[in-house]
């Protein structure tokens, strides 16, 4: 069993239990609390005047074991809006990275900008959900979803106004969504069966996208230089998370990643 196939078992039983625990009906019902903020809208195009970054919150990873356990996530949060951050992901798996629920409306009182939750996403039920912690956008994994789930999350997500990144490997995995639309699309450049990076990866399947689709990288994003290789190719923005989780002064690295100013044509 490869560890993207353990964590969805483990998820799906999650979902169970959770939804025996807290209805659909009470999910809509909190999501009603959080006003919407842009980030369809902020990675939209391909070809920005400037770099923009998604800054992940993440206490830990299957890649490399315990990255923090004394940060904030809030007080990480407002060191990345500090820095020019255009959104931040917050990822709440806990056995694997350990995150919390807890921290998306922690996170999203703490800053102005878009709130991107990212686990591993098996039901509508976790849209709902996610809507509910205060969440502006919601991760789905390509590669662990049926085309139907995807559609039906898609679906859910357009109605109850949250945005969706679809997060893709493999080319074959585009191909299963590439007749839907209204979402950003993330190009991952680790492969969650082996864990393993690869940023050649990211470039070799940017070329295959379509121009009219936003892109966003994924993993191995370490240095300026890495930025602008990406920009060059037309790249709506990056995710990064562990080089900034490490960082010693995350406004400072998310600014210099993005040229002070920014990327300019």
Do not use: W
Not at 24 to 40: A, C, H, Q, T, W
Not at 180 to 199: A, C, E, Q, S
Not at 208 to 213: G, R, S, T, V
């Amino acid at each position: 069993m490869t560890f993207l196939e353990q964590v969805i078992e483990e998820k799906r039983q999650d979902v169970k239990r959770k939804k025996e625990e807290k209805s659909i009906e009470e999910l809509k019902s909190m999501g009603l609390l959080y006003k919407k903020r842009p980030f369809f809208e902020v990675f939209k195009k391909r070809y920005p005047h400037e770099i923009k970054i998604i800054a992940e919150i993440k206490m830990a990873s299957p890649s490399t074991g315990l990255i923090s356990k004394d940060i904030l996530p809030e007080r990480q949060a407002m060191a990345y809006e500090a820095g020019g951050a255009h959104s931040i992901s917050v990822i709440t798996e806990h056995r694997h990275f350990k995150g919390k629920m807890e921290y998306v409306p922690l996170v999203k009182k703490a800053v102005n900008v878009a709130v991107l939750r990212k686990d591993f996403m098996v039901d509508v039920y976790d849209v709902y959900e996610s809507k509910a912690l205060g969440a502006d956008a919601v991760l789905l994994i390509g590669e662990a979803l049926e085309r139907e789930i995807i559609r039906d999350c898609l679906m859910i997500a357009k109605e109850i106004g949250i945005d969706c990144v679809i997060e893709i490997h493999e080319l074959s995995t585009f191909d299963k969504v590439a007749d839907m639309n209204g979402f950003i699309l993330g190009i991952n450049n680790r492969d969650l069966k082996t864990l393993d990076v690869d940023i050649s990866k990211g470039l070799e399947l940017l070329q295959q996208i379509p121009l009219d689709i936003p892109v966003i990288i994924e993993s191995g994003i370490e240095k300026r230089e890495d930025i602008l290789m990406f920009m060059e190719k037309g790249v709506s923005g990056f995710l990064v998370g562990t080089t900034l989780m490490r960082s010693e002064n995350p406004m400072k690295k998310i600014m210099e990643l993005r040229g002070m100013d920014g990327y300019k044509d």
